[in-house]
C-alpha cells in the first residue's frame, strides 16, 4: 500500500480509495470498499482495466515486450533453463538447487502413469474426437481417480494433484494422440527426459525402440518453457475462478483447457497454422491482409495481436528463432514458413497493424515448428496445455494460500425488463 489516494467525486460525496504498489508495474486502485460506500459497480468488460488477484508469479510489461517468470527473462530461461527447472520455479518460487531438481524430477516422474481404467475412459470418444474435446473429459476425470489429492484444505495434497496434473498430461495428450491413430497407448519412460518421454509416446510404437531426437527435444523443451505461464490470461483466470469455489484441482484444469481451446486464446496456434496453409503462396498475402484490415469482414491475422502486448511478444521471438533452427536441421523446406515470414514483415509495415500495435503473438510461429516435428494441426492446442498445465497448477496453489482469497463473484449492468407479470402461454 502507498500512502497515496485517488478521489472520486460520487453523487454522495467524494471518496478517497487507497492506491496499491506492486514491485513493478502499474498502481492499483483499491475499489473494494466502493460498493458499500457508494453502492455503485465498476463497469469493465473484457477485464481491460482490473487487477482479479494480487501474485507473485509471473510479470509482464506488455508496452516493453517483457516477460519475467518469479522475475527471471523468458528468453534466459528458453535458452538455459529445463522444464523441469522451470516447473519448478513456478510452483515453488525460486529455482532449484541440483539436489532439489533432481527430487522434484524424480517425484514428477513417479506420477507419469495414468490409472489403467483411464484407457478405457478413451474408448467412450471417437476416434476424429478434437483432443481438446477429450482432455476437456479425461482430465476432468482424473478427479475421480485420485481421491487421495482433491482435499483443498491439506496443502500437501495440494502439492501431490500438482505433481500428478504435471506429470500425467504429457501421458494424456499423447494417449489423445494414439487414439486418434488407433494405435496402442504407449506407456511412460521415466530414464527420458520429461520432453522426451513425452515424443516417445506419441511418436514411438511398441513394437521398435525410439530414439529421441535431441534437436526435436530440444525445440519441444523451448515450446513448453514458452508456454508454461501468461500470469491472468483467460484460461488461468478460468482456473482461478472455478478452483475459488473450492472445487477440486483436477476439474480445475479441465475448466482451464475448456477456455483455453477457443481460437482466440490457446486455439490460435491451431488457426495460425490452418491460415498459413490457406494462404499457402507469398502471392495472396495482400489480399489477407485486405481481409484483416476489412471491418466487414470478420477475418483476423492469427498468430497476431495480443491483449497485453503492444510490442513483440517476447515468446515470439524465441520461437521464429526455433522454427528457423528446427527446420534447416531436420532438413525441411516448408513454404509455410516462407509465407510466415513474409506476412510478418507485410503486416509489420502497415499502417492498420502499426497503429493498433498488433505484433506476431507465441502462436504465430508455433504451429510451422509442431507441424515440421510431425503433429497434426488438432494437437497444437492440447501441447499448450500439456506446458500450461505448470502454470495452471501454481497460479492455482497461489490463490488457494492467499488469505483474500474469496470465491470469485463479479457483478452486472443488468438491461433486461424490470418487474413484469406472468402471462399465460394462451394470451401470449
Ligand atoms: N487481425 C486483424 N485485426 C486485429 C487483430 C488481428 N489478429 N487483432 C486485433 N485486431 C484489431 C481489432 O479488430 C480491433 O480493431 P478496432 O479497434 O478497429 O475495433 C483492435 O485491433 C483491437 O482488437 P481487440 O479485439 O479489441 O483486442 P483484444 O485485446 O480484445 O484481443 C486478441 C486480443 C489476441 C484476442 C486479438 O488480437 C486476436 O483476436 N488475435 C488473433 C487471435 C490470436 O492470435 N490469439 C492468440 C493470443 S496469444 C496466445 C494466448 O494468449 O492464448
Redesign the pocket.
Known sequence: MTDQTVSMKMPGGDHDYPVLEGTVGPEVVDIRKLYPQTGMFTYDP?FTSTASCESAITYIDGEKGILLHRGYPIDQLAEQSSFMEVAYLLLQGELPTAAELDHFTYTISRHTMVHEQLATFFRGFRRDAHPMAIMCGVVGALSAFYHDSTDITDPEQRMIASHRLIAKMPTLVAMAFKYSLGQPFMYPLNSLSYTGNFLRMTFGVPAEPYEVNPIVENAMRRIFILHAD?EQ?ASTSTVRLAGSSGANPFACIAAGIACLWG????G?NEA?LNMLREIGDVKRIPEYIAR?KDKDDPF????????VYKNFDPRAKVMKATADEVLKELNISDPVLDVAKELEQIALNDDYFIE?K?YP???FYSGVILNAIGFPTDMFTALFALARTVGWVAQWNEMIADPEQKIGRPRQLYTGHTQRDYVPVDQR
Open positions: 473484457g501468461h490470461n481460437p482466440a486464446h490457446g490460435a495460425a484483416a483476423r491475422l492469427m498468430g497476431f495481436g495480443h491483449r493498433k498488433l503473438n507465441v502462436d
